[in-house]
């Protein structure tokens, strides 16, 4: 690999569309700078927040996790950092992301809140997609997960008394779902894919995306030249069954031939969601669960009642 573009030593990363090379120090110092300007020019995090961060145990979360612990120390904003991990139940492979969470929590000395869906929805994820095939529901794992497990960071953020939610979605995760609601015409979803995500809802707990303009493999760099990166399988194996998936495998495709092509995917969607604000998101509140909601009916208990596992009686449709 190349030389450092700013102090010639060995390059570790090479970012083509700017024909620059990094070293270690100065790809971290890259990292940051990226980082806390997400943050400033987005408001992120105010004085004396109480930062709730999802860390599903992946190399992205232990990163923010790690990122922001180290920032706070800087910043002197008096905040309060707590971990929360959302155990879904999946076997073989939430019990070990588990314990890498708590270990790096640990070490940094920050609190874990752990919360299951077998404790809030009665079933875990396994059990759920189990009778969705019995009942021939036309959903793939990854739409109960992603709906139950956003109902819960919100739900248990809030009960802990956060005052703001960061989830470490990076760019790639970004431009992915901004494609995915372009195919399906959901304008709605794309307007809600900002860095900071506020709803007049009083139970909403505002939601951010420190990651937003890193690329998914800055991310990764970072967790292992900070020595985060599991060694083992962290990749959950319901998401090759994903159309996300295949998303990701394009764009990743599209980029190696067309370098840089992901940030002006990403400059399309922040024009597309300066086109029209919508405070209105998530105002509703569910009838059936009174969490906060974009129809009268959560889509976490819409699909809970699909699936047989909670009675709407009180619901007309
Ligand atoms: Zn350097
Ligand atoms: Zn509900």
Not at 90 to 118: C, P
Not at 246 to 273: C, D, F, H, I
Request: some cysteine; charged content about 25%; aromatic content about 10%.
């Amino acid at each position: 690999m190349a030389n450092c573009s700013i102090c010639s030593k060995q390059a570790i990363y090479v970012i083509k569309s700017g024909g620059l090379a990094l070293c270690k120090k100065h790809f971290l110092e890259y990292f940051d700078r990226k980082v806390r300007r997400t943050i400033r020019k987005n408001k992120l995090f105010r004085k004396n927040e109480h930062i709730v961060i999802a860390v599903s145990g992946g190399k992205d979360s232990l990163s923010l996790l790690h990122y922001t612990v180290n920032l706070s120390k800087r910043a002197r904003m008096g905040w309060r950092i707590t971990a929360l991990t959302i155990d879904e139940g999946i076997s073989g492979y939430r019990d070990y992301t588990i314990k890498r969470v708590e270990e790096l929590s640990s070490s940094l000395g920050v609190e874990l809140k752990i919360a299951s869906f077998k404790d809030y929805f009665g079933y875990t994820l396994d059990e759920v997609v189990k009778i969705s095939g019995e009942r021939g529901l036309p959903y793939l794992p990854c739409t109960y997960c992603g709906v139950f497990r956003r109902y819960l960071l919100n739900r248990v953020a809030r009960e802990i008394s956060g005052t703001v939610l960061a989830t470490a979605h990076h760019l790639d995760d970004v431009v992915q779902t901004y494609l995915i609601n372009i195919f399906n015409n959901n304008w709605s979803n794309i307007h809600k894919l900002t860095p900071s995500l506020t709803s007049i809802h009083k139970l909403f707990v505002r939601r951010v995306k420190p990651f937003y303009e890193v690329l998914e493999k800055e991310t990764t760099l970072y967790a292992i030249l900070n020595g985060l990166y599991p060694s083992e399988r962290t990749e959950c194996p319901y998401a090759p069954l994903s159309f996300r998936w295949q998303v990701r495998r394009v764009l990743n495709y599209l980029e190696e031939s067309r370098p840089g092509l992901k940030y002006s995917t990403m400059k399309s969607l922040m024009e597309a969601t300066s086109l029209k604000n919508v405070a209105s998101s998530e105002a509703m509140t569910c009838i059936v669960c009174g969490e906060p909601s974009s129809h009268e009916v959560c889509k976490a208990c819409q699909l809970r009642a699909e699936l047989g596992l909670l009675e709407l009686r009180e619901v007309k449709t």
